[in-house]
Every structure is written in structure tokens, then in C-alpha cells.
């Protein structure tokens, strides 16, 4: 009988915008392509074996798109090396990030029981499952959010529909979702269901990098927020 594993697998193994016209500058952030490709594919075959090898639903937790230091080096979401290594216990080789938002998640995962625990009730992703990044001021790559350009936001938003009701029809939760980001990815996933009619309800909770760069003195009161959150989605 095949698992979630299996079905989430298949999916987030196969996404692709190469027919997907993009605005001029913008550029895809896929961590299975590029020099860390095999790592990657690696490091997300062993998590989803390890934490999805059952036919359970699960409740969705959806964040904007993968950033750089995040998804966009693990192929996980809110889920930099280091917690892969210390908290997943996955070994990761060849390289090495740090994101404030995924030392946030962690907390709050510990905080809602342990990663066992969390994961076997809770799938995280994003509302668009592949990043963007454009040219910053020192001509460095910066990450671009979905929605920060209209015509970026239109261009995708085919494949974002196609990736949302692919995970429902994978059996996720339709009762309730939780969006990881209270301002635009709130706005606008909100504007997606209500034309797709996927979702019952829609919680929206702080973004962790906006709740570790301004209120980290209120850490405690925004993971109690999620855990709280978790709760009244039926979390036990």
C-alpha cells in the first residue's frame, strides 16, 4: 500500500516551472537543482521516509515559498542544516546554514512535544512550493516572496493552484490550515482558497523571522501562539 511518504515524494520531486514564463530578473530558487542537488534529494527522501510512512491526514502548516538558508538548502521547510543535523538527526555534507526562522520552528516543535510528535500530525510547506530570487543592491542574490511582484504572483499562480489541491488530494486536512505569515501570504492565501474552496478555515499566525527580528523578548508568547494554534486544530 502506498504512503505519504510515497505520494508527497513523487510530488515534491517533480516540480517544475520550466514552462512557466517569469517576469524578467526573477530567477527559481530549487534546491534539486544546482551543485547540492543529490544532498538535498537525499536529506528529503530520508525525512519524509522517517516521518511520513503511514496513511495518517495530517493538518498543513504553509509558509510563503522556500528562502535561501532554509528549504532552499535542505529542501525543508523552515529547516536550516544545523537543525537538520541536531534535530531531524539527518547528517547533512557540504554545506552549512543558519536561518532565525527555522531556531524559531524548532523551539516550537520542542515546545509542542518533540519532532516525532509534531511531524506525525503536521505537514509544513509552502503556498508556492519553489522560491525566487532576483539581483540585490551589491549584486548578490536575495529571495523574493510570491506575492512581491504582481506579475510573478500571476505567472505562478497555475502551479501553486495544481500544488495545493495535489497535497489535499493526498489526503492532508481540509478542516483547517495554518498560514505561517499574518500580512501578504495571509492576504493572498486567503484570495487562492477562496477561489479553489480547499480549506474550511484559515489561521494565520506571525512569520517566525518577523517574531525573531522584532519581538524576540515575546518569544515565548508567539510559540505559545502556535502551540495554542496547533491545539484548537485538534493537536494532541
Known amino acids: 500500500m502506498s504512503t505519504l511518504a510515497d505520494h508527497l515524494l513523487q510530488h515534491v520531486l517533480s516540480f517544475s516551472l520550466d514552462k512557466v514564463k517569469l517576469p524578467p530578473g526573477v530567477g527559481v530558487l530549487d534546491p534539486f537543482q544546482g551543485g547540492h542537488a543529490k544532498e538535498i534529494l537525499r536529506i528529503v527522501t530520508r525525512f519524509h521516509r522517517a516521518y511520513y510512512s ?70 509544513v510547506h509552502s503556498v508556492c512550493p519553489l522560491g525566487f530570487v532576483k539581483e540585490g543592491p551589491t549584486g548578490g542574490p536575495i529571495n523574493l516572496n510570491y506575492y512581491d511582484d504582481p506579475a510573478l504572483e500571476r505567472a505562478v499562480l497555475p502551479f501553486m493552484e495544481q500544488w495545493l489541491r495535489a497535497l489535499v488530494d493526498m489526503g492532508m486536512r ?23 474552496k480547499l480549506f474550511d478555515r484559515i489561521v494565520a499566525l506571525e512569520h517566525p523571522r ?24 485538534g493537536y494532541q
Open 210 to 233: 518577523y517574531v525573531m527580528q522584532y519581538k524576540a523578548k515575546q518569544l515565548d508568547r508567539y510559540i505559545g501562539k502556535y502551540v495554542q494554534s496547533l491545539a484548537d486544530a
Open 54 to 123: 503511514d496513511v495518517r491526514p495530517r493538518v498543513l502548516m504553509l509558509g510563503i515559498n522556500p528562502g535561501r538558508l532554509g528549504a532552499g538548502s535542505t529542501g525543508l521547510s523552515f529547516t536550516d542544516t544545523k537543525r537538520c543535523e541536531t534535530d531531524l538527526g539527518i547528517p547533512v555534507t557540504g554545506l552549512h546554514t543558519h536561518e532565525p526562522s527555522s531556531d524559531f520552528f524548532y523551539r516550537m516543535i520542542h515546545a509542542a512535544g518533540g519532532v516525532d510528535r509534531f511531524y506525525g500530525q503536521v505537514y
Open 174 to 196: 481540509t478542516d483547517v490550515v495554518l498560514c505561517i505569515g499574518t500580512g501578504l501570504n495571509a492576504k493572498s492565501f486567503t484570495a487562492l482558497n477562496g477561489r479553489l
